[in-house]
């Protein structure tokens, strides 16, 4: 089992910034792809960004040029910098792991419980 947890949300004024941090923890698993997923009310959930453990990264096309997602291997943590923040990315922010498990040898997916970000004046 993998525990995510999230933190670094909450209130910004449009143009600001913020950064979300997830920590993953647990035993006997080893972490491929980590990421972000965003859900505004009344909307599906939708892919931020992710990034595999070797560094490669992915971007939303709303986020290219504004956000910028990390993470440390040895410490199984992942990170969204997020600047100029505009209204339309008010949303729960969301941590993912794709996480190889060593006792069920199989890929599995776990989410944290989610941060609200929301950019208000």
């Known amino acids: 089992q993998v525990q995510l947890v999230e933190s670094g949300g909450g209130l910004v004024q449009p143009g600001g910034s913020l950064r979300l941090s997830c920590a993953a923890s647990?035993?006997?698993?080893?972490?491929?792809?980590m990421g972000w997923y965003r859900q505004a009310p009344r909307k599906e959930r939708e892919l931020v960004a992710t990034i595999t453990a070797g560094g490669r990264t992915n971007y939303a096309d709303s986020v290219k040029g504004r956000f910028t997602i990390s993470r440390d291997n040895g410490k199984n943590t992942v990170s969204l910098q997020m600047n100029s923040l505009k209204p339309e990315d008010t949303a729960v922010y969301y941590c993912?792991?794709?996480?190889?498990?060593?006792?069920?040898?199989?890929?599995?997916?776990?989410w944290g419980q989610g941060t609200q970000v929301t950019v208000s004046s």
């Open positions: 647990g035993s006997g698993f080893r972490i491929t792809r």
């Open positions: 993912n792991a794709e996480c190889y498990m060593a006792v069920e040898q199989e890929l599995i997916g776990y």
